[in-house]
Nanobody, 115 residues
Framework: QVQLVESGGGLVQPGGSLGLSCAAS????????MGWYRQAPGKQRELVAT???????NYADSVKRRFTISRDNAKNTVSLQMNSLEPEDTAVYYC?????????WGQGTQVTVAS
């Protein structure tokens, strides 16, 4: 079993920055792909960014050049640095870990972009 705990959400003004972090524990492997997804009110959960065990990244078009995903395998963490935030980025952000055929989710952290 894998446990994921997110931290770092909050309220930020448009144009501001915010960092999210996710700590993993349990039966984890450095080859797991980790990622961030988000779900806005009334919308489906969507991909934000993923990073493979080898460090290859993938971003949603809406966040490219604004968000950066990174991971620290020694600390079993994945982070998301969000810059130039827009009101449309408001959502609950979920950490995700893909391990072979299993997918694990964190509890989510709220990010609100408003003035």
């Amino acid at each position: 079993q894998v446990q994921l705990v997110e931290s770092g959400g909050g309220l930020v003004q448009p144009g501001g920055s915010l960092g999210l972090s996710c700590a993993a524990s349990g039966r984890i492997f450095s080859t797991d792909t980790m990622g961030w997804y988000r779900q806005a009110p009334g919308k489906q959960r969507e991909l934000v960014a993923t990073i493979t065990g080898g460090g290859r990244t993938n971003y949603a078009d809406s966040v490219k050049r604004r968000f950066t995903i990174s991971r620290d395998n020694a600390k079993n963490t994945v982070s998301l640095q969000m810059n130039s935030l827009e009101p449309e980025d408001t959502a609950v952000y979920y950490c995700n870990r893909q391990q072979f055929t299993k997918v694990y989710w964190g509890q989510g952290t709220q990010v609100t972009v408003a003035s």
